[in-house]
């Protein structure tokens, strides 16, 4: 048996003013169970707390998918938008349908090619809508797969028109 006892002394550190706080009688094996007890309980408090962390939720495919998609369109959107200066283009052929008349109805058809270029973006975009978070994930993917078809159509129209407007008018930078 051993004996724990701890003193503490007054401010003024005059031994016949302590005060005895603990003065208890442990065996080894006592002592061995209360630190036993006290790891356990630090292990699992540990474990509770871990587990109570952020966990990553699952990665449902299939908004990965119409995300993917969804990419896939404004890619091509974004390309189209970058390509064209067609307005300014257009600017400089009405400037020259003025200026050189013999050449007007030259101008005119490559003025013609951009207006139909710039159509087909307007009008896809005035058409195209991002399915809300609430829509059915399927259908959403549907929507944006049909999308990116139209909208290779009218990258396609729109190169189509934009080479015809370069040769017409000699332009390099449209």
């Known amino acids: 048996m ?4 701890a003193l503490f002394f007054s401010k003024s550190g005059k ?27 630090l292990i699992l408090s540990s474990i509770f707390l871990l587990s109570c962390g952020e966990t990553k939720p699952k990665e449902d495919p299939l908004q990965k998918e119409r995300e993917q998609v969804y990419k896939e369109v404004m890619a091509v959107h974004d390309e189209m938008m970058m390509m064209g200066k067609i307005r300014g283009a257009q600017g400089k052929l009405k400037k020259m349908m003025e200026s050189d008349s013999t050449n007007a109805a030259k101008y005119q058809t490559a003025y013609d090619h951009l207006q139909v270029a710039d159509d087909a973006m307007m009008n896809w975009m005035k058409q ?10 399927k259908e959403a993917i549907e929507y944006l797969k049909d999308q990116k078809i139209k909208v290779q159509k009218m990258k396609e129209v729109m190169i189509e028109n934009l080479d015809k407007a370069k040769q017409i008018a000699g332009f390099q930078d449209i």
Do not use: H, Q, W
Not at 21 to 32: N, R
Not at 128 to 137: D, G, H, L, R, V
């Open 15 to 41: 031994a016949d003013r302590y005060v005895l706080l603990i003065s208890a009688t442990c065996s080894y094996k006592t002592t061995f169970a209360m630190f036993k007890n006290i790891g356990i309980i």
């Open 2 to 5: 051993k004996k724990i006892a």
């Open 128 to 137: 195209f809508k991002n399915p809300p978070e609430n829509t059915a994930m």
